[in-house]
């Protein structure tokens, strides 16, 4: 997922900057954000080999021969709203807790003039409350000063480290994957602890970790333990199964964004003894034979079964552009079909992310169904927005 920072590699937080130093830092990051991701664009030695993987998965997708679902409308529904002291965030995974629809953002910064009572100036992320029915009206508790609590909160190293620096360029982050229910009624957010170094998006992978949100609540009880290492794939993109998570994420070698894939129970979900993970044609317990099940996936990606089209679908966004794509496949493992557009959103600034489908606000088994993306219009500038898309 493109975060709000590809200012999060050179946004000083708190009070340490002085105004002149942020227009400079924003001047030059603003050059890089129509590409950062968290992933960089293919180079020409690349291209070979991408396009071999692509061949591949064409193969397999011709086995399946079955013709991608049919677009009849697409609706527009508006933005997402945020409290007032928020100029802009982004992200917006969700799952339904006590029934309620959560939604969990990423960097959440906030307008000039607006102080958390603890310093801060935005957060890594924050979380929100709506009802099904009004998915768009949403809500949080605020601190003293109007501005929203991080909802996955640091450790008390994190936090230390951070303040020790001081510095935007050398500090941590948490940045939200997926989420799933619970059995005991919670939610369970996956997210990405990232180190953030001096440089243009020098930014490396801490690992995954966990984090539980009680029904009601927009603040979590985070796990003290990572789920995976820096050095295993960045599975953090939750799917519930049959009894079964399945965590999507780009696996630390290969080129054209592979993304792989890992199950465990859903009672088991936070043991990282209880995963499996996909080799191409088996579910393995060793992590270093997980294989690309999926390619060019730019950051957020969701999967659901939908009951309406008898598949399983896969939304993202698609790559330096701003539309929304979509596969299918048989099973959560695939051979997943390759990207069909979905529909094409809001022209923007430098192009739209954060592409991702809310299967708890589906209608009629999911015909109908509800993906938001994050449509930039300028730095620092931005909305996300909720789409209704009805299939044929």
């Known amino acids: 997922m493109k975060n709000l920072f590809c200012l999060r590699r050179n946004y000083k937080p708190q009070n340490s900057l002085r105004p002149f130093v942020f227009l400079i830092l924003f001047i030059l990051v603003a050059v890089?954000?129509?590409?950062?991701?968290?992933?960089?664009?293919?180079?020409?030695?690349?291209?070979?080999?991408?396009?071999?993987?692509?061949?591949?998965?064409s193969a397999a997708n011709a086995l399946q021969a079955v013709a991608a679902p049919v677009v009849t409308t697409v609706t527009d529904l508006g933005v997402v709203a945020h409290p007032p002291s928020v100029l802009v965030r982004d992200g917006g995974s969700t799952t339904l807790v006590a029934g309620k629809v959560l939604w969990l953002f990423g960097d959440t910064i906030f307008k000039?003039?607006?102080?958390?009572?603890?310093?801060?100036?935005?957060?890594?992320?924050?979380?929100?409350?709506?009802?099904?029915?009004?998915?768009?009206?949403?809500?949080?508790?605020?601190?003293?000063?109007?501005t929203p609590y991080q909802a996955i909160p640091f450790t008390v190293a994190e936090q230390a480290y951070n303040d020790s620096t001081g510095k935007t360029d050398d500090r941590i982050a948490l940045w939200p994957g997926g989420m799933v229910p619970e059995k005991n009624g919670k939610?369970?957010?996956?997210?990405?602890?990232?180190?953030?170094?001096?440089?243009?998006?020098?930014?490396?992978?801490?690992?995954?970790?966990?984090?539980?949100?009680?029904?009601?609540?927009?603040?979590?009880?985070?796990?003290?333990?990572?789920?995976?290492?820096?050095?295993?794939?960045?599975?953090?993109?939750?799917?519930?199964?049959?009894?079964?998570v399945y965590l999507y994420g780009k696996l630390p070698t290969g080129s054209f964004?592979?993304?792989?894939?890992?199950?465990?129970?859903?009672?088991?979900?936070?043991?990282?003894?209880?995963?499996?993970?996909?080799?191409?044609?088996?579910?393995?317990?060793?992590?270093?034979?997980?294989?690309?099940?999926?390619?060019?996936?730019?950051?957020?990606?969701?999967?659901?079964?939908?009951?309406?089209?008898?598949?399983?679908?896969a939304i993202h966004s698609q790559a330096f552009s701003d539309k929304v794509v979509f596969r299918t496949a048989a099973s959560p493992e695939g051979p997943w079909s390759s990207a069909t557009d979905l529909f094409t959103g809001m022209p923007s600034s430098s192009n739209n992310y954060a592409g991702q489908e809310h299967p708890e606000l589906a209608k009629n088994n999911g015909k109908i169904i509800y993906v938001s993306y994050f449509n930039p219009q300028g730095f620092l500038q931005g909305e996300l927005r909720l789409v209704e898309v009805t299939f044929q």
């Open 112 to 146: 000039p003039g607006y102080v958390a009572v603890d310093g801060a100036k935005y957060r890594s992320n924050t979380a929100a409350l709506s009802i099904p029915a009004t998915p768009l009206a949403v809500s949080e508790p605020l601190d003293a000063n109007g």
């Open 32 to 57: 890089f954000v129509a590409g950062c991701d968290k992933e960089t664009p293919l180079s020409l030695d690349q291209q070979t080999e991408a396009q071999q993987n692509l061949a591949k998965a």
């Open 257 to 313: 964004l592979p993304y792989g894939v890992a199950r465990a129970p859903q009672k088991k979900a936070t043991n990282r003894s209880a995963y499996q993970f996909w080799n191409g044609s088996a579910w393995v317990t060793d992590v270093n034979q997980a294989v690309a099940v999926m390619y060019g996936i730019p950051g957020s990606v969701t999967v659901s079964y939908n009951a309406y089209l008898k598949t399983f679908i």
């Open 187 to 244: 939610g369970l957010a996956f997210f990405l602890k990232i180190q953030i170094k001096p440089g243009i998006l020098n930014y490396q992978p801490a690992g995954v970790g966990t984090a539980h949100f009680a029904a009601g609540k927009t603040t979590a009880q985070r796990d003290p333990n990572l789920l995976f290492s820096a050095t295993e794939p960045q599975f953090s993109r939750a799917f519930l199964y049959n009894g079964m």
